[in-house]
């Protein structure tokens, strides 16, 4: 679990924006399996002024985006940010959302937001939490103590022949599979 606070931030340009701050928290957490960022905005601590921010700056949005270009690529933007100035610049005075799989159900809670960031089913089995759990499940022999950190890190696996990178697998003909939002 990871949890940031933004306290009092101003609006760009910050310098003419010093008493117009908003402060709100993000919680990313995770079970290894399903992935949520929460969001909660103080009540009455959003305070931007859309007139008072740069007249090229981007609108405020809430949501989420994976960040790949792709065509599959994994975004949601709440519909407060269609609405008026009034609405969009004070999520802390609406009722957030629950948004799982792109669906918002509506989370009667003013200022909070809940996000499930990935799409996985509940057969879904992470494979490095499925490795150290085979791991801890062995037995106790002696030689333990010398077997490499379940999985291997980058560099490991870089001295490691048992791996390769992939322009070697290109190079002996074999094709890189595709993956969905790369």
Known sequence: ???????????????????????F??????????????????????????????????????????GTKSSNRFFYNDRITTQSNRVRYRPDENNGKIVVGGVAKDMNAKGRWAFRLESNSEAFTNPRKACLNWYERESFPFYRWFNRPCPCSWLQGRFDFAYTSGHRIRRN??????????
């Open 25 to 66: 928290q993000a919680v990313l957490a995770t079970d290894g399996i399903k992935t949520f960022c929460l969001i909660q905005f103080e009540d009455g601590m959003m305070l931007w002024r859309p007139e008072s921010r740069h007249p090229h700056a981007n609108k405020a949005l809430i949501g989420y985006h994976s």
């Open 173 to 182: 003909g074999f094709k890189e599979p595709d993956v969905p939002g790369e």
């Open 1 to 23: 679990m990871l949890k940031i606070t933004w306290e009092k931030v101003p609006a760009v340009p910050a310098i003419s924006n010093l008493h117009n701050t908003n402060t």
